[in-house]
Nanobody
């Protein structure tokens, strides 16, 4: 099973930036597409961004396009989510996830391995 560990969440003000990281200690997701999803209080989990195994393809939710950037360092086995111009509506638990294939996917159901999540809170 793919083990994923997120870090980097916190409490920030609107307009600030945060960078989330996701490590894969056992290096079992190196050839998998990966992504970030989030879940706000009282809402379902929603897709945020995804990236293919080699970083060539990336997709973003419309709500974060132009503000968030997903990237991965395959040598270090780390997935990142750079979040700029944060808004209060970005407040959620953010999850790192990996899908079975190598491509970037956008449907939450396609992700098969999940981290424990990291809280991001944006105050107005």
């Amino acid at each position: 099973q793919v083990q994923l560990v997120e870090s980097g969440g916190g409490l920030v003000q609107a307009g600030d930036s945060l960078r989330l990281s996701c490590t894969n200690p056992r290096r079992t997701a190196s050839n998998n597409g990966m992504g970030w999803l989030r879940q706000a209080p009282g809402k379902g989990r929603e897709f945020v961004a995804s990236i293919s195994w080699n970083g060539a393809d990336r997709f973003y939710a419309d709500s974060v396009k132009g503000r968030f950037t997903i990237s991965r360092d395959r040598a270090k086995n780390i997935l990142y989510l750079q979040m700029n111009s944060l808004k209060p509506e970005d407040t959620a638990v953010y999850y790192c996830a990996a899908n079975i294939g190598s491509r970037a996917v956008t449907h939450g159901s396609a992700f098969t391995s999940w981290g424990q999540g990291t809280q991001v809170t944006v105050s107005s």
